[in-house]
């Protein structure tokens, strides 16, 4: 029930004042006034929204840093402002021209402009100011679902039947949706969760389980130290490095690795260098996003004539991992599950017996064996005749077999990854007769021939 214009727009003028001086937030700032005198605060100039601010990012980023009453009573007041920027005050003056620009026709309230300035973040005409205010004040609701108002009115029926075991705070239930998107009941809640899943997954800093359990491998001297924020620069680096994660670290880049097997929208690194085949005709642009039908797909069209170079080689790389990790090839296990369990002895939730051989920063190789890297791929080829489920005989049979080059089956050639710099990585051939060590490391060269 929306209230009458008038009494809508005092309600309005009234939070603006208290969004700009705490002190007239009366139960905030009673609950607040020791944490705003003598704690980490205490140095910022009241007004202009700054205190509120301040007290925001500690409930973020350290909460620990004031007290439980603060941090309740800040969250209430959050919770209450969270659909419109007209009540960010820091934020809103950050990118008044910036909404003026890539936002004017959006209305005010329901998330609406916050999306819309969110969308144009990466744009080169952003105001550097208005880029920072925004990622500060995503990086506060990617930490509590229930400040995004947008997720808060779409999934309370979802959250309860999928989350309600799920600690508020530090993006725990964000990371619940992400992961039961697809069994969600109502198709608004899974749009917006598709929203905040491309945040988690472009930005390790807005994946709060990420950030904070995987820590030590980001910080500066990390295996994934160094690297540019954004683009999904730091995932891939992470995705890369799997068998050193910690091991909760490790947990929450799993989940998000097989998002984005579900749907190639949530991994930048394939939207750019396969935004043409993704949006072609041609190509895969009839093909609906969701249980790994894209990246299916672009797989196997990839040996197509005026298939891009660099989005071929990328999806080999990504092809040749998710085949260590049978549920990462989301249209075959779905298909395939039943005939998996009767032949291969495979149970629900299973990886692989062998993982995929991940490269340390400074490089690895080694020939690529797929009976013994992809189990269960190989099961599935070499007793494709006793299968009994026809998708499954159908998704089986439309495969196009990693090994299926010329070059990758003649013994004297070496898959090799390489890693020029921090998290960036490409598969070259490399010719072992001119080598002087031999291909091997650990596996025959000849192995290359019965893949």
């Given amino acids: 029930m929306s209230l009458p214009a008038e009494c809508g727009a005092e309600v309005l003028r009234v939070m603006r004042e208290e969004a700009q001086d705490l002190s007239l ?44 009453n603060c941090s309740r009573g800040i969250t209430h007041a959050a919770i209450l402002r969270a659909s419109d920027i007209r009540l960010q005050l820091p934020l809103h003056d950050a990118c008044a021209q910036d909404a003026k620009r890539f936002c004017a026709s959006v ?91 491309k945040l988690a997954t472009s930005d390790v800093r807005l994946n709060r389980p990420i950030a904070r359990h995987c820590m030590r491998h980001v910080a500066a001297d990390g295996i994934c130290g160094g690297l540019a924020a954004g683009k999904g620069r730091v995932l891939e680096c992470l995705k890369s490095h799997m068998g050193s994660l910690d091991a909760k670290c490790a947990q929450h880049v799993d989940l998000l690795r097989r998002a984005q097997a579900r749907d190639v929208t949530y991994n930048p690194s394939i939207m750019t260098a396969c935004a043409e085949e993704i949006k072609s005709p041609q190509f895969c642009g009839d093909v609906q996003h969701g249980g790994g039908a894209v990246l299916s797909c672009l797989g196997r069209l ?121 998290g960036s990585e490409r598969w070259i051939l490399s010719n072992c007769r001119s080598r002087r060590t031999p291909c091997s490391t650990g596996h025959s060269s000849s192995h290359a021939s019965k893949t």
């Fill in 25 to 68: 937030d009366v139960d905030v700032y009673k609950a607040c006034a020791a944490d705003a005198i003598g704690g980490p605060c205490r140095t910022v100039v009241p007004g202009g929204g700054q205190l509120r601010a301040c007290l925001e990012d500690l409930v973020t980023h350290n909460r620990t840093a004031i007290s439980s």
């Fill in 107 to 197: 209305p005010p309230g329901n998330m609406q402009v916050l999306v819309c300035l969110g969308e144009h973040k990466s744009d080169v005409d952003m105001s550097v100011g208005c880029s920072a205010k925004l990622h500060a004040y995503q990086e506060r609701v990617m930490s509590d679902f229930r400040l995004d108002s947008r997720v808060l009115q779409a999934c309370p029926a979802d959250i309860m039947k999928y989350c309600a075991n799920t600690s508020l705070g530090s993006g725990n239930v964000h990371q619940c949706l992400i992961a039961s998107q697809e069994l969600l009941g109502s198709a608004t809640c899974r749009q917006e969760v598709h929203r905040i899943a």
């Fill in 302 to 422: 990839r040996m197509q004539p005026r298939f891009g170079k660099e989005c071929k080689t990328l999806v080999m790389t990504t092809m040749m991992r998710h085949s260590a990790d049978i549920r990462l090839m989301v249209s075959l296990h779905r298909s395939c599950v039943d005939d998996l369990g009767r032949l291969c002895n495979y149970s629900q939730g299973d990886a692989n017996a062998v993982g995929v051989h991940e490269s340390s920063i400074h490089g690895w190789e080694s020939s690529y064996r797929q009976d013994k890297v992809a189990p269960y791929l190989t099961c599935l080829r070499e007793r494709q005749v006793e299968l009994e489920d026809a998708a499954c005989k159908v998704t089986v049979a439309r495969l196009q077999p990693l090994s299926s080059t010329p070059a990758i089956r003649a013994p004297h050639l070496l898959v090799q990854r390489v890693f020029p710099s921090a």
